[in-house]
């Protein structure tokens, strides 16, 4: 997935970056809802980290504007603020899931799994076409009964495919999910990393769509 994180505090963002990163999806670092603004006006996200206390406003004001102009991305709270009324403000406000600083990093790879789910911007937990089972929450796959392991960016094509399983998946949209704004893309990358892909899982399982992109046979 790719996912806009706004956050201000550095080493903390620094953290959860890395660690967003490290579960294969592609983050842009916003350190304040100016700099979000302009990232979410040319990049469209499936999901959103956000901060309440930030240098230009109040993050629960952003999540009013985003559930105006960018419905489709749920919206994440990751605050110190832990009353309960500030999580009731937050909800009513559009906000899909609060955590309360400090988290630990797993529940919060737990909570972008779940609340992505919900919208249909990751795949069920379980997943079976012909030989090949996929556990995507635990990034664990089985071809035969033998487990293959495969790289984050592996993941995060896959993941992409899985959610629309028999639909087709462009070019441009995979590579909005391995790369975030910063990082340079080679013209082959996503051809080389989908034929890396059909390796491990089956050659059959991709099929290419000339000039659209990709989808996963599930027939």
């Not at 899909?96 to 937990?125: M, T």
């Amino acid at each position: 997935m790719r996912i806009l994180l706004i956050e201000d505090d550095k080493d903390l963002g620094s953290a959860v970056r890395e660690h967003t990163m490290a579960d294969g999806h592609a983050v842009d670092w916003a350190k304040d809802l100016s700099e979000a603004r302009g990232y979410a006006s040319v990049v469209s996200y499936e999901l959103a980290l956000l901060d309440i206390h930030l240098p230009d406003g109040n993050g629960i004001e952003y999540v009013r504007e985003m559930s105006n102009r960018l419905p489709s991305t749920p919206v994440i709270i990751v605050s110190a603020r832990d009353q309960i009324s500030d999580r009731i403000e937050a909800l009513n406000a559009g906000a899909c899931d609060y955590l309360v600083k400090p988290f630990d990093l797993g529940e919060l790879s737990a909570r972008i799994r779940a609340v992505a789910r919900r919208h249909g911007q990751f795949p069920e937990p379980i997943f079976s076409v012909g030989k090949l089972v996929i556990h995507s929450a635990e990034r664990r796959l089985y071809r035969d009964g033998q487990e293959v392991h495969l790289t984050a960016r592996e993941w995060a094509i896959l993941n992409c495919l899985l959610c629309r399983p028999g639909t087709v998946v462009s070019k441009g949209k995979i590579e909005e999910t391995l790369y975030s704004f910063g990082s340079e893309i080679e013209s082959n990358t996503v051809e080389v990393y989908v034929s890396r892909l059909r390796k491990k899982i089956g050659a059959h399982l991709i099929e290419t769509v000339r000039g659209m992109g990709y989808r996963l046979v599930v027939r």
